[in-house]
């Protein structure tokens, strides 16, 4: 899905006005990590950049960090929840089955006015969100919008495979996006891609109508997240270039115009990869995996807020967010902040 906009600008454009992150208070160190698997700090960090995740507890869910961090968000923007129009909530680890994760953020919030939804485009749902929420505003049917990427991936983590369990992490991000008229430029593309033939690379195939609760699994191993790690981290790098130069092209930029590109945290190696590639330099590439591990939809908003709160990127500033996952899903938005 392309909008280009070389074309007529459109009136409106969906501007961030408020943004937030929140991760659950527990966290994991690789060092604790192996004592439970047959792994150490030194493979760990070299191999992924993960140091550290958060971790949620029994009784912290999806739908509490969504609001922690859509609270943040409002409050940036000084915005009323009542305002909002629409609230997309990007997840693979929902609050239930049905209804959506959005429902219960909604009540919280009490966001009366708006319609809710989740976005199951896994690691891509915050990007694919903003770019639904752009059409929206930019068509002048609404006015104000919450995206959020939320996850508790460690509740579908097989915690005794050290394949798969060293990378990921809990957490939310949220932006909150308004309609200006008046020159502010907003996002100006989105561009997003999927390819359901290499669905089997990232996947977790319990509870669904295929291995649905009622029968039993025919591998136990089904109700957790199962990746095929170099598959996709070849897959990844290859993808995320691509978007980027569809995206510099389609809005005739060159990477110098560029402030920051924020890529989705799924290992530093592939981000580190991607800039030597397209020669992009350190102060133009975040990563802070580091600390959060790979946090799926949540991923992107986090860094997104932390660099907005460190300066790294102002009022002004050109911001490619770019995203791959699951599905496989890939995409980016290109924003003027
Ligand atoms: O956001 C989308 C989801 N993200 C992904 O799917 C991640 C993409 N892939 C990756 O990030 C990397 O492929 C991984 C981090 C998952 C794996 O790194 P790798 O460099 O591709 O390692 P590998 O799978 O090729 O394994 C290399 C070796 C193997 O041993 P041998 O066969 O060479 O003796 C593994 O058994 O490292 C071993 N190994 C480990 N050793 C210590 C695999 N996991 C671990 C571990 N600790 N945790």
């Keep these: ?22 991760a659950p208070a527990k966290t994991l160190t690789n060092d604790e990590l192996g004592k439970m698997v047959d792994t150490s700090d030194e493979w760990i960090s070299s191999r992924t950049g993960v140091k550290v ?50 429902s219960f953020v909604q009540r919280a919030l009490g966001a009366n ?8 485009a896994a690691c891509s749902g915050f990007v694919y969100s903003l770019a639904i929420v752009q059409q929206f505003i930019e068509s002048g049917r609404y006015k104000n919008a919450l995206v959020i990427g939320a996850e508790t991936l460690s509740k579908i983590t097989d915690w005794t495979d050290r394949t798969s ?12 996006l308004e309609r200006s008229d008046d020159g502010q430029k907003g996002i100006i593309y989105s561009t997003m891609h999927s390819d359901g033939d290499r669905w089997e690379a990232l996947n ?9 609760a009622s029968r039993e699994l025919d591998d136990p191993k089904k109700v957790f997240m199962q990746i095929k790690g170099r598959e996709v981290y070849q897959q990844a790098i290859r993808r995320i270039i691509e978007t980027i130069n569809d995206s510099l092209d389609a809005c005739d930029l060159t990477l110098d115009d560029v402030k920051m590109v924020i890529s989705h945290q799924m290992n ?13 330099p350190d102060e133009k590439v975040f ?17 997104f807020d932390e660099c907005v709160r460190t300066g790294k990127i ?15 899903t890939w995409g980016a938005n290109v924003l003027e902040f």
């Design 113 to 120: 006015r708006a319609w809710v939804f989740d976005m199951a």
């Design 204 to 212: 977790c195939q319990a509870y669904g109508s295929r291995h649905p």
């Design 268 to 280: 530093a190696r592939i981000i580190e990869s991607v800039a030597k590639r397209l020669e992009l």
């Design 165 to 176: 369990c060293i990378l990921f992490g809990d957490g939310a991000g949220a932006v909150v």
């Design 287 to 303: 990563i802070n995996i580091n600390e959060y591990g790979n946090t799926s939809a949540a991923s992107v908003p986090i860094a």
């Design 314 to 328: 102002k009022r002004g500033d050109i911001v490619i967010l770019v995203v791959f996952g699951a599905g496989l």
């Design 53 to 102: 995740r958060h971790i949620t507890s029994d009784n912290e869910s999806t739908a509490w960090l969504a609001t922690e961090a859509a609270k943040k968000a409002l409050a940036q923007a000084d915005l009323d929840a009542e305002e909002l129009d629409i609230i997309i909530v990007a997840t693979i680890t929902p609050e239930m089955v049905f209804p959506s994760t959005a």
């Design 1 to 22: 899905m392309n909008n280009p906009p070389n074309g007529r600008p459109p009136a409106y454009r969906a501007v961030i006005t408020g943004y937030g992150s929140f």
